[in-house]
């Protein structure tokens, strides 16, 4: 079994920061999908950027937003199993 060395702060704050970050992405993802999909804007740097946030910027994101979706569990399994360990 390896050996874990934590610090329940540390690993709180860094839960809040997963979570906290997880939202700004889903935020921004939303935003720039959404003004993308309303504005009026014809020319081929257009098409080009709409074209890369579709296959590159945008799954990118999501695995990002997945990735700290994903972590924050673990993180807060982690502290959960930690704390019941140690009568907390």
């Known amino acids: 079994m ?3 060395e934590l610090s329940i702060e540390s690993l709180t704050n ?3 920061t997963f ?3 997880a939202q700004v992405l889903n935020d921004l993802i939303t935003s720039v999908t959404s ?3 309303n504005t009026e804007w014809h ?3 257009a098409d080009s950027f709409r074209s890369q946030w579709e296959t590159t910027y945008l799954p990118s994101l999501r695995n990002v937003h997945n990735g700290l ?3 924050t569990v673990a993180v807060f ?3 959960e199993r930690y704390r019941s360990n ?3």
């Open 2 to 4: 390896p050996n874990v």
């Open 14 to 16: 860094t839960h809040s």
């Open 19 to 21: 979570v906290s970050q």
């Open 35 to 37: 003004t993308l999909q």
């Open 43 to 45: 020319s081929p740097a």
């Open 69 to 71: 979706e994903q972590y």
């Open 77 to 79: 399994n982690q502290l």
């Open 86 to 88: 140690e009568g907390l």
